[in-house]
């Protein structure tokens, strides 16, 4: 399988795949075709089954897809199956509450520690772990061989944090922060989560939906 | 200006370029050639002459760009300027982390209620608000009329809330739930946050990173 060529925008729409079928299988329903999979998911059949076949494709036809067979298959490709461990970085308000998050190691991740320099905040528990300072970084990470980490901290701190955990051996990264990490380390691969895009991106569209009926006037 | 026309590509790098600009404002930079932003933003000059140009460009040749005139401009476009009254439904651990996100009015959005059906989340104060009870909504809204809602609940409750703050006026949402809105309601404004999609797609990205060179034995 050449899973290394399939495109970027492919790859983004596998989680949500992986969501509906996950949704499904839990309703009891085991067997769908690409038409239904389709509306129930707003895309057309036609790119199901292109973005399906670029992972061998699970479909058979006249029968349609085995919902638990596709769910685990794709769950297989995005790593469900063998959850890396993570850190988190930033006991904040955003932290706490994906500290909170259960569904972590259902997502690829398996969080291990989390971080603060706010002394404040050590020993407070979340999601089952205790904060520990950031003075703890170094050491805990040559124990414990955490590969990714979920930056909850401000900018300037994020700068400071992300070139120190590359070094000890951080390669994935899903950034809450505004840092660019990708700007500075070219090498390791990041997922940005810009809750603020979202907002303002929400912002644009509705000033332009205000906008159309006055251009057609 | 042809705004209507501009496609969802540039229109989401807009806030990445607004927080640029709005960083190095900051920083009391107040000139900026199209190198010199691409080299910060790593994206290549020719593409942000391009996605400017969108929006009538902004650039003297030979000049470059004026900081705070495109941040202004950028930021006009993104509706900032204008905040809308917006409401936040579900004050679990993520809604209490967003309700303290002090920059939302900088978002284009400005919250004006907090909703749970959690009798015992009624009361609480978050980020200068009080959670109402959801059985306030109506009231709420008729009284308020928000445009915007912040969808924090689980999927079930979501698909149930999205229905009903339809019909009392919300026409755009930022969802964190699974809960697709635009599949029952493709009339409306969506912006989807889904942080479990981006742990995921960091987990296959990690997952092919160490199968390519075993591939290249």
């Keep these: ?17 992986y969501r509906f079928l996950s949704d499904m299988e839990a309703m009891g329903i085991t067997k769908i075709s690409s038409g239904e999979l389709a509306k129930r998911m707003n895309l057309t059949a036609s790119q199901i089954r292109q973005d399906l076949n670029c992972f061998g494709g699970f479909g058979q036809q006249g029968y349609g897809y085995h919902i638990p067979t596709l ?6 490709i995005l ?8 850190i988190l970085l930033g006991a904040g ?3 706490r509450a994906l500290a909170g998050y259960t569904a972590f190691e259902r997502k690829g991740l398996y969080l291990v520690g989390i971080f603060d320099a706010d002394i404040r905040k050590v020993g407070e528990s979340y999601g089952g ?4 300072h950031i003075n703890n970084l170094t050491e805990f990470c040559k124990k414990e061989k955490p590969e990714a980490a979920v930056i909850c901290v401000g900018p300037w701190a994020a700068q400071e944090m992300c ?10 990264f899903v950034n809450f922060s505004r840092y ?8 390791v691969m990041v ?11 929400l912002s644009y569209q509705m000033c332009r939906a205000e906008e159309l009926p006055e251009t057609s006037q």
């Design 1 to 17: 399988m050449k899973q290394e060529s399939i495109s970027m925008m492919v790859v983004r729409r596998l989680p949500r795949y």
């Design 71 to 76: 769910r685990a298959k794709i769950g297989e």
């Design 79 to 86: 790593g469900i199956d063998r959850p890396r461990k993570a």
């Design 93 to 95: 308000n955003m932290g």
């Design 129 to 132: 772990l205790t904060v520990q």
């Design 163 to 172: 070139g120190q955990l590359i070094k000890l051996g951080i390669r994935g």
């Design 180 to 187: 660019d990490i990708l700007a500075d380390h070219p090498d």
């Design 191 to 201: 997922q940005n989560v810009h809750i603020g895009d979202a907002m303002l991106t």
